[in-house]
């Protein structure tokens, strides 16, 4: 069985150490790579951060590759990544990833790369787009916290994104493309937010401004 995750990763730090990681994660393509995937470069390429990091690979399933090459044949996987502007946050520098991924749970890989970057704070709020489960893991130091966010929530939300999108029956909310896109939107923004306090503290007790 498969499993499909979409995953909001958000990373703070000061802004010289987020301007570092931004280069370190982002992998620029050949021409002919820019074609087969769309973009003209990987944002979040774990490939490039494993590697640069002389990490060794996780098993017994290593990590996603941005693609697959068979022979004189380029193949696209299952990892699809976007990156956002880096932003101001609290005196420090912001960024957030856009991942979806088939077949790996990308909070697992971030722990052994936090260790890289130990004066950066990860977040990674995942969506199963199998179940609909949120869960939100803040990592920093090779260390790991998880948490759910709880149904109630994920209810209000579904309410809050039907009524904005004039969906009157909750129902009818569940089968509609936008009001799902905005109600997952909100769940993992407020699954992020739970850890804003923790990620905050953590920056200023070891890079004070």
Not at 73 to 79: P, T
Request: hydrophobic share 40%.
């Amino acid at each position: 069985m498969s499993l499909v995750c979409f995953n909001r990763i958000t990373i703070t730090g000061t802004r010289s150490k987020m301007l570092r990681f931004r280069d370190d994660a982002r992998r620029r393509l050949s021409s002919a790579l820019k074609e087969l995937l769309g973009e003209p470069y990987v944002a979040f390429s774990l490939e490039r951060l494993f590697r640069k990091n002389r990490l060794p690979l996780p098993s017994p399933d290593g990590i996603p590759f941005d693609y697959f090459q068979i022979g004189n044949d380029i193949l696209a996987s299952h990892y699809f990544t976007s990156g956002m502007p880096l932003v101001e946050w609290h005196g420090y520098a912001r960024i957030e990833y856009r991942v979806e991924v088939k077949n790996y749970e990308i909070y697992q890989l971030l722990v052994p790369l936090s260790r890289s970057y130990a004066e950066l704070c990860f977040v990674d709020s995942e969506i199963s787009l199998d179940s609909g489960e949120i869960n939100a893991m803040y990592v920093a130091r090779g260390r790991c916290s998880r948490w759910a966010l709880p149904e109630d929530r994920c209810n209000a939300q579904w309410q809050r994104a039907a009524k904005e999108n004039g969906v009157a029956k909750l129902d009818d909310a569940y089968e509609d493309d936008a009001v799902r896109s905005d109600a997952e939107e909100g769940m993992l923004a407020e699954a992020t937010a739970h850890w804003d306090k923790r990620v905050l503290r953590t920056l200023r007790r070891c890079n004070p401004l």
